[in-house]
């Protein structure tokens, strides 16, 4: 792997926070170096300050790169187990909500999104529930907004949402055709898709369930407490946060206003008593 000059990281994200407002700065070094070599190894350079002159002449250039610097790794039903306790713990409690508001933070390509739409249809709250679906990546939010996806995820799709206790054949949510898959528009009716920077932007909702999974994996301790304040700003009495099955609440100072709803499951119940 390309060694990466901690002095010239500073610098690369210094000039990427002031020329396009994007704040890598405190995601986990480890990741970001790895990825920054990964660029440079496709553009055959060793210098981030070569390649941060590009970036900041050429737009185009920084576009390229953004998909590289964020993760998208995302599946349909993703631990299937987590939706399976979430449908039995969590969604019979949205049931007693009028109307229901649901952040999806780091909605990468949005197999996530429509996971939690067909989970949301078959218990009959999908009409009355607003999704909210952002990421700092306007790339993978067209990708999200389209539906559409190679058919070479179906099999694991039809896997996991059978283990996920899905109620219906998984071929009713989709069409193929031409080696695509487009799913059906009235799962994504409700979603408002946004572009969202954890790192720099303010809470915009009251929302009952937040999920952010797989992702404070990627954030420095600092910037995964900053999301967390961001998140209990957002959150309405008794609701619900779910995080990756990697990840903790463990050492923030604001884990003391969440409890568990489940063991292993990684889904926690905010209380308000403790929010600012």
């Not at 407002?21 to 190894?41: K, N, P, T, V």
């Not at 009409?127 to 179906?154: F, H, P």
């Not at 009235?186 to 979603?191: F, T």
Request: charged letters at 25%; glycine letters at 6%; hydrophobic letters at 40%.
């Amino acid at each position: 792997m390309i060694p990466i000059d901690p002095v010239e990281r500073h610098l690369f994200f210094e000039g990427i926070l002031i020329k396009y407002g994007y704040d890598f700065r405190q995601y986990a070094e480890a990741s970001l170096d790895r990825r920054l070599a990964y660029i440079l190894g496709k553009k055959g350079s060793t210098s981030l300050l070569d390649l941060l002159k590009d970036v900041l002449g050429k737009p185009e250039e920084f576009r390229s790169i953004l998909s590289q610097l964020t993760i998208n790794t995302t599946e349909f039903f993703r631990d299937p187990h987590f939706f399976k306790t979430l449908r039995e713990t969590v969604i019979p409690i949205l049931k007693t909500y009028p109307h229901i508001v649901i952040w999806s933070a780091g909605c990468s390509t949005g197999e996530e999104v429509l996971s939690l739409a067909i989970l949301l249809q078959e218990e009959n709250l999908l009409k009355r529930t607003t999704i909210y679906a952002t990421d700092i990546n306007q790339n993978v939010l067209k990708t999200a907004k389209e539906g559409i996806y190679e058919a070479s995820c179906i099999p694991l799709f039809n896997k996991n949402y059978s283990m996920a206790g899905g109620s219906k054949a998984p071929s009713d949510y989709y069409s193929a055709d031409y080696g695509l898959v487009r799913f059906n528009r009235d799962l994504l009716e409700n979603v408002v898709f946004s572009e969202h920077n954890l790192a720099t932007d303010s809470a915009f909702v009251e929302c009952q369930l937040i999920l952010c999974r797989n992702v404070f994996i990627y954030f420095s301790r600092e910037l995964q407490n900053r999301a967390l304040e961001l998140f209990c700003q957002s959150l309405a009495h008794k609701g619900f946060l779910a995080i990756g099955p990697k990840e903790t609440l463990r050492f923030s100072p604001k884990a003391n206003s969440f409890s568990s709803v489940h063991e292993g499951s990684n889904i926690f119940s905010f209380n308000e008593r403790f929010k600012k």
